[in-house]
C-alpha cells in the first residue's frame, strides 16, 4: 500500500467547481480516498496547482515522420537542446523533440497523457518503440484508416461488417485505440502523384469518394462501438476557400447517432480545424471562415473539434496527407522529405516558418483563436497545436493566454507588421462578436 | 524429428527478407537447412553450427595469445574502461537489436561516449544530403506494387541485396504491376557493367566520377533545357529520351549505393539525384531510396534519431548535449587524430572497413570487441565477448532499408552460457553504475 497527500496546493477540479481553492488531497494506491494513514508521504505544492494531467487528443510525437523531422533536421538542436538539472537523460530539439525531451516537457506543463494522430500500420512497431522510450507520460496512438485499400474496397461494395472486421483486427494488431482519417482517398491518389481536394472527387482506382470513406467509417466505428468516434484530418487542409470542403465533411455527420453504452455522443471528431476554415480564393484575398464553421459546429452536438492554433513559431509540419507536404514544398522551397507507404498512407515532412509579419501567418493564428473562441460548448472543443503543425506543443501556456485574455491578445495582435490586414481578413478584433461565446471563460 | 521454423527474418543485409524457412534439429539446437535465403543470408544461419565458435569471452595476454575468461571478468573489465577513458568511441551497432542499441546509449550518455554506427562509412554521405534538400522516398511494398520505372545508379544488388530484385524492385508482380517485369522499364548506370546491369533493359556506362554532371544534366533535360554533346560519356540525345521516359513513368523509383556515395562529389552526388527525383515530382510519381547494406543500420539511425535527434555519428562527451558534426563527431576522423581513449567495437567489425591508419590508431587504445564471430576487429581487441547471433539466436527489432521495423525471430538456442547483446549491455550498464556510485573506475 502507498499513501501520499499532497498538501497546500491550489486545487483545480472543472467538474466540481472548484476553482483553485487550497486543499489536501489524500492518495492511496493511485486513487484520490478521504483520508491516509499518519505515515502518508507528503509532497508540498505550496504555490502549485494541483490538476488532473491534462492530455493531449492529437500531437506527431512518436513515429516514423516525427523521427524523420528529428535526424534530417539537426537545425532544430541549436535550440534549448542541453540537459537539465535533474533530469536523467539529454533533451534535444526545439519543434520535433526526442523522446527524451517529448516526455519530460508535457510533464512540465502537467500533461500526463498524449495521442499520437496518425500510425501507419506497417510502422506501428516504430510508434510503439517511441512511445516505450518516452519518459513520465502515456502515450497511445490512432492507426490511419482513409486510404487503406482493403478498407476502400470494402467500402465501395458497401460491406460496413467487413470494414469493421478488418478495423478491428488492424486495431489489435497495431495495438492503436481508434480510426484516424487522414485525407480520404486524397493520400492513396498520391501514391500516383495526385489529390482529392473535394469529397466528391474519385479516388484513383477505387471507384469511391471520400464523402463515401468518411461515412462508411463513421458507420463502422459505431458499428464497433469503439471508445473513441472516428477521428477525421479532412481533405483540402491549408487552401484559401477550404471551408465549404469543411463544412461538406461535417454535414456526413447529420442524423448518425453514436451507438454505445458509456454515454460519447460525437461520431465525428474534426482535428485542427484552424487549418481548414479559410476563406477567399487565394493568399491574397484569405480570410477567416472560423465563424461559419464554428456554428456549424455548435449546432451539432454529436461533432467535437480541436484547434490546431498556429503559435508563430519556426516549426517541422508533418502529416499523413503526402499531397498537401508536396504543395507546401512548392509554396516554401524547404527540404521535403515523404513516405509513401503499401496498402494505406504517404506521410510528409517539410520545416515552417510561421513569420509573424506575414498577413497569412498572422492571419492563421488569428483564425485559431476564433474557432476556439466561438465554441459555445467547451467540452467539445479541445485546444491542440497539431505538434508540431501549427507550433510545437511547449507554447501551449501562450495559447491560454491568448484564449484567457483579450489584453495579451490584443498586444499580440496590434503588433504585427501587417496588424490592419489580420484585422480585416479576421473577427478576432471585433470583441463584441466575441462577447456570448466567451461567455465560458473564467 | 527436425521442425520448420516459418517467417523467419534474414539477418544480413538491408532488404530484411521476411519469407525464410528454417529447419532446426528437435532439440533445438543445430540449423539443418535453410530455405528461400540468398547464398550469404543462408551462411549467416550455418554460422550458427560452424565448429571452432569462440563461447566464452578471451582477453589478449601480453604474448598476443588470448586467454579464456569469465563474463564477470569481461564486463568488470570493459565497464572499468568506460568509467575511466574521458572519450569512448561505441562503435557498430547495424547487427544487433533496437533494443541492445537503446542499452548502449544509456550508458554512452553516463560515459560520455561518442556513439557511432557503420553509416560513417557507408550511406552517411546519403544522411548528410537527406540533412540539406530532404528526400522523397517510399516503401520497398510501393515499389513493387506499382514502380514501372526502376533505376538502379551506383549499386549493384545481384551481389549485395540478392533478393531485393526477385522481391520489389524488378520480377515481382504486384497489386498494379501485374505484368512484373514485363510491365517495368529497368535502367542501370554505372562505369562497369555488373551482374546488376545484365537484368536492365538499358545498361548506361557512365565514365567514372561523372555521377554529378549525369544527374544534372537528366535534371536539365526534363526541364527541356540545352545540353552539351556527351556527358559523362552519354550522348545528349540519349539523356534527353531518358529524361522524357522517366517523365512518362506511372511510378518511378531511384536507388543508389556506394557508386554514389563514395565518388567523387558524395553527398552532393546524392543532393542532386534526390532534387532530380524531387524535379521528377511535378510531372509524375517518384520516389529515391538508398540501398543500406549492413542490415539494422537503418535501425541504429533510427533510434539515434528519436533518442538524440541524429543518425549517426552522436557525441555524447559532453555529457548535457548531444552533438553531430560530419568530420568531427565521425568515427573514423576521431581515430585519425587520436581524439578517443578508449573503443568499444559492438555488431560490426570496424577492422574489415575502416582505412588503416585509423585502425592502427585504434589498436594502440584499450579496445573492447562485442561480436559472435572471430574477425579483423576481435584481433586488435584485448577482450573479445561472443555473444549470440541476433536474428537466429535471439530475436529484436530491426529496420529494413526503407525503415519498416520488423521483429526477428529466434530460430535456436544460444550455446549454453552464452549472453544475448541485451543482457550483457545490461550487465555493463549495472557495473557502471555501481563503478559511478563508488565514484569511478
Not at chain 2, 561480436?371 to 573479445?384: K, L, Q, R
Amino acid at each position: 500500500m502507498s499513501e501520499y497527500i499532497i498538501k497546500n496546493g491550489r486545487v483545480f477540479d472543472p467538474v466540481q467547481g472548484i476553482k483553485g481553492d487550497k486543499k489536501d488531497i489524500f492518495v492511496r494506491d493511485d486513487k484520490i480516498v478521504d483520508s491516509v494513514g499518519s505515515g502518508a508521504k507528503i509532497i508540498d505544492a505550496r504555490d502549485k496547482t494541483v490538476m488532473a494531467g491534462a492530455i493531449e487528443v492529437h500531437a506527431h510525437v512518436a513515429g516514423p515522420k516525427v523521427n524523420a523531422g528529428r535526424w534530417y533536421r539537426p537545425e532544430d538542436k541549436h535550440f534549448d537542446s542541453h540537459k537539465t538539472a535533474g533530469i536523467t537523460r539529454i533533451e534535444g530539439g526545439k519543434s520535433i523533440p526526442t523522446v527524451f525531451k517529448t516526455g519530460y516537457e508535457y510533464a512540465r506543463m502537467g500533461f500526463t497523457f498524449a495521442m499520437e494522430a496518425a500510425m501507419p500500420p506497417l510502422y506501428a512497431r516504430h510508434v510503439h518503440e517511441e512511445i516505450h522510450d518516452t519518459p513520465i507520460i502515456d502515450e497511445a496512438a490512432l492507426p490511419v484508416f482513409g486510404n487503406n485499400w482493403f478498407i476502400l474496397e470494402y467500402l465501395k461494395n458497401q460491406e460496413i461488417e467487413n470494414t469493421a472486421a478488418y478495423i478491428a483486427w488492424i486495431l489489435n494488431q497495431t495495438k492503436g485505440y481508434g480510426v484516424k482519417v487522414v485525407n480520404p482517398g486524397g493520400t492513396e491518389a498520391w501514391a500516383w502523384g495526385l489529390n482529392c481536394l473535394s469529397i466528391h472527387d474519385p479516388v484513383p482506382y477505387f471507384d469511391i469518394t471520400p464523402a463515401e470513406i468518411i461515412t462508411g467509417l463513421m458507420a463502422a466505428n459505431e458499428y464497433l462501438g469503439l471508445p473513441h468516434s472516428m477521428h477525421l484530418h479532412q481533405n483540402n487542409l491549408g487552401n484559401p476557400g477550404n471551408y465549404t470542403t469543411t463544412l461538406e465533411s461535417l454535414k456526413l455527420a447529420e442524423g448518425v447517432k453514436a451507438k454505445n453504452n458509456f454515454g460519447r455522443e460525437q461520431v465525428l471528431h474534426s482535428t485542427h480545424l484552424q487549418f481548414h476554415s479559410y476563406k477567399g480564393t487565394n493568399w491574397g484575398d484569405f480570410e477567416s471562415g472560423a465563424k461559419e464553421v464554428m456554428d456549424y459546429v455548435n449546432r451539432q452536438k454529436n461533432l467535437t473539434i480541436d484547434t490546431g492554433n498556429v503559435t508563430l513559431d519556426e516549426t517541422t509540419t508533418m502529416t499523413a496527407d503526402g499531397p498537401f507536404e508536396h504543395h507546401l514544398h512548392g509554396l516554401n522551397h524547404l527540404k521535403w522529405f515523404n513516405v509513401d507507404v503499401e496498402l494505406e498512407t504517404a506521410a510528409g515532412v517539410v520545416p515552417f516558418i510561421y513569420d509573424p509579419n506575414n498577413a497569412v501567418f498572422a492571419s492563421q493564428w488569428a483564425v485559431g483563436l476564433e474557432i476556439a473562441l466561438y465554441a459555445n460548448d467547451p467540452m467539445r472543443c479541445f485546444i491542440t497545436t497539431d505538434h508540431p503543425n501549427a507550433g510545437p506543443f511547449t507554447r501551449y501556456p501562450r495559447v491560454y493566454s491568448w484564449l484567457m485574455s483579450k489584453k495579451v491578445r490584443d498586444e499580440r495582435l496590434n503588433t504585427f507588421k501587417k496588424a490592419d490586414k489580420v484585422i480585416s481578413a479576421t473577427t478576432l478584433a471585433n470583441s463584441t462578436a466575441r462577447s456570448r461565446s466567451m461567455s465560458w471563460q473564467p | 524429428m527436425p521442425k520448420e521454423v516459418t517467417d523467419v527474418i534474414c539477418p544480413f543485409c538491408g532488404t530484411l527478407c521476411d519469407d525464410l524457412i528454417v529447419t532446426v534439429s528437435d532439440d533445438n539446437k543445430t540449423i539443418l537447412g535453410v530455405k528461400n535465403a540468398c547464398a550469404i543470408g543462408a551462411e549467416k544461419f550455418n554460422h550458427q553450427r560452424m565448429p571452432g565458435r569462440v563461447k566464452r569471452p578471451r582477453m589478449r595476454q601480453a604474448d598476443g595469445s588470448y586467454k579464456e575468461i569469465t563474463y564477470d571478468e569481461a564486463i568488470d573489465w570493459t565497464a572499468k574502461m568506460l568509467v575511466k577513458s574521458r572519450k569512448t568511441l561505441m562503435y557498430g551497432w547495424a547487427s544487433t537489436s533496437c533494443q541492445a542499441m537503446s542499452i548502449g546509449h544509456d550508458i554512452a550518455e553516463k560515459v560520455g561516449a561518442i556513439v557511432d554506427n557503420c553509416a560513417t562509412v557507408c550511406h552517411g554521405s546519403s544522411l548528410i544530403a537527406i540533412e540539406d534538400v530532404g528526400v522523397p522516398s517510399c516503401t520497398l511494398g510501393e515499389v513493387k506494387n506499382r514502380a514501372d520505372r526502376v533505376i538502379f545508379w551506383g549499386c549493384n544488388p545481384a551481389h549485395a541485396h540478392p533478393r531485393h530484385m526477385s522481391r520489389y524492385s524488378i520480377f515481382p508482380r504486384g497489386f498494379f504491376t501485374v505484368k512484373g517485369h514485363k510491365g517495368r522499364k529497368i535502367y542501370c548506370v554505372d562505369c562497369r557493367y555488373t551482374d546488376t546491369a545484365k537484368c536492365a533493359d538499358e545498361f548506361i556506362q557512365i565514365q567514372q566520377g561523372f555521377d554529378y554532371e549525369l544527374l544534372d544534366a537528366l535534371r536539365t533535360a526534363a526541364r527541356g533545357e540545352a545540353l552539351p554533346d556527351t556527358v559523362g560519356g552519354v550522348p545528349k540525345e540519349k539523356i534527353y529520351e531518358i529524361a522524357e521516359d522517366l517523365k512518362n513513368a506511372r511510378f518511378g523509383v531511384i536507388f543508389f549505393g556506394m557508386g554514389l556515395t563514395h565518388t567523387m562529389g558524395r553527398n552532393h552526388n546524392i543532393d542532386i539525384a534526390i532534387n532530380l527525383t524531387r524535379d521528377l515530382n511535378d510531372y509524375t510519381k517518384f520516389a529515391i531510396m538508398a540501398m543500406r547494406g549492413h542490415w539494422n543500420v537503418t535501425g541504429s539511425g533510427q533510434v539515434l534519431g528519436w533518442q538524440y535527434g541524429f543518425p549517426y555519428a552522436v557525441d555524447l562527451s559532453r555529457r548535457d548535449q548531444a552533438r553531430h558534426q560530419t568530420g568531427e563527431t565521425t568515427s573514423v576522423d576521431l581515430l585519425n587524430r587520436n581524439e578517443v581513449e578508449a573503443c568499444f567495437y559492438i555488431a560490426t567489425d570496424p577492422g574489415a572497413h575502416f582505412p588503416v591508419n585509423a585502425m592502427i590508431s585504434s589498436s594502440r587504445k584499450p579496445t573492447v570487441t562485442v561480436d559472435p564471430h572471430i574477425n579483423c576487429t576481435t584481433e586488435i581487441s584485448d577482450i573479445h565477448i561472443p555473444v549470440a547471433l541476433v536474428g537466429v539466436e535471439v530475436g529484436g527489432c530491426a529496420y529494413r532499408m526503407d525503415n519498416v521495423p520488423i521483429e526477428t525471430r529466434k530460430v535456436v538456442d544460444p550455446p549454453e552460457g552464452v549472453l544475448t547483446d541485451e543482457e550483457l549491455l545490461t550487465k555493463i550498464n549495472q557495473r557502471v553504475d555501481e563503478l559511478l556510485a563508488q565514484g569511478g573506475a
